[in-house]
């Protein structure tokens, strides 16, 4: 399994962009930089794409995706919770802030297609199967778990701290590598908290809850924040993603 770390940012500058990950060319985690990271072929290719929630960062290029895709009568299929569903239906693709693309070019041949997904209930996606799993952040949250045959890939999304993804987790035997999120440093824990992210301390407190030797990539620092969270958890076993950079499973 190759997973392409699109955009790896907590925050949007010049240098930075926002949450997308990429696996195998065909299966798009979140949305926040998926048209800017990708040239149209590549965007062409996604078939699927799961979006854990409907912050702007993570589903910002959702909506230019579709619309690309649909230039070229591809259909796109979102996984998604109830209440993320409801959210893109009525404050995006809602024909007015974006069209509503179940109905374009035509209600029986849609551009854009939902698929609600439930906790802890796996669907296929493609080649994989696709486990979400509850969250610590808004409502309707949710992280994944992303199997094919025996190698398996989490990501967490966004969450505060959280002990259910960690004990679900620690029982995947296939699981090889992990996502998850570290957005504020060690002062900023308040922030930390009201917002349902995790600071340093709270990332080094939730991994030991993980009962899994699978490699831990860590994303979502705020750039502005980016050198003092970097050096607040070099001590630990985890790795830093950079965008565009690709995990190998
Ligand atoms: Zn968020
Ligand atoms: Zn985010």
């Known amino acids: 399994m190759q997973i392409k770390a699109v955009g790896t940012s907590g925050g949007k500058t010049i240098r930075n962009l926002l949450t997308t990950f990429l696996?195998?060319?065909?299966?798009?985690?979140?949305?926040?930089?998926?048209?800017?990271?990708l040239t149209l072929s590549q965007q062409l290719e996604i078939k699927d794409v799961?979006?854990?929630?409907?912050?702007?960062?993570?589903?910002?290029?959702?909506?230019?995706?579709?619309?690309?895709?649909?230039l070229y009568g591809k259909t796109i299929t979102i996984f998604a919770t109830q209440t993320t569903i409801r959210h893109?239906?009525?404050?995006?693709?809602?024909?007015?802030?974006?069209?509503?693309f179940e109905k374009i070019p035509s209600a029986d041949e849609p551009a854009l297609i939902y698929r609600q997904v439930e906790y802890f209930e796996e669907v296929e996606v493609g080649d994989y199967r696709l486990t979400p799993l509850p969250v610590n952040h808004i409502n309707?949250?949710?992280?994944?778990?992303?199997?094919?045959?025996?190698?398996?890939f989490a990501y967490t999304s966004d969450t505060g701290e959280t002990d259910v993804i960690w004990?679900?987790?620690?029982?995947?035997?296939?699981?090889?590598?992990?996502?998850?999120e570290c957005s504020f440093p060690a002062d900023m824990e308040n922030l930390a908290v009201i917002s349902h992210h995790l600071s340093s301390p709270m990332l080094e407190g939730e991994l030991t809850k993980l009962k899994?030797?699978?490699?831990?990539?860590?994303?979502?620092?705020?750039?502005?924040?980016?050198?003092?969270?970097?050096?607040?958890?070099?001590?630990?076993?985890?790795?830093i993603l950079t965008d565009g950079e690709e995990i190998v499973l």
């Open 140 to 152: 309707g949250s949710a992280g994944c778990f992303i199997q094919k045959g025996d190698v398996g």
């Open 88 to 100: 893109l239906r009525e404050h995006v693709f809602n024909g007015i802030i974006w069209p509503d």
């Open 167 to 180: 004990e679900w987790l620690g029982k995947q035997t296939a699981l090889k590598g992990l996502v998850t």
């Open 212 to 239: 899994s030797d699978a490699d831990i990539f860590i994303y979502h620092l705020k750039p502005q924040f980016a050198n003092r969270i970097r050096e607040e958890i070099k001590g630990l076993d985890v790795h």
């Open 50 to 70: 799961f979006v854990s929630h409907v912050h702007m960062d993570h589903i910002g290029e959702l909506p230019l995706l579709v619309d690309n895709k649909a």
């Open 23 to 37: 696996v195998d060319n065909t299966l798009a985690l979140d949305c926040g930089s998926v048209c800017t990271g």
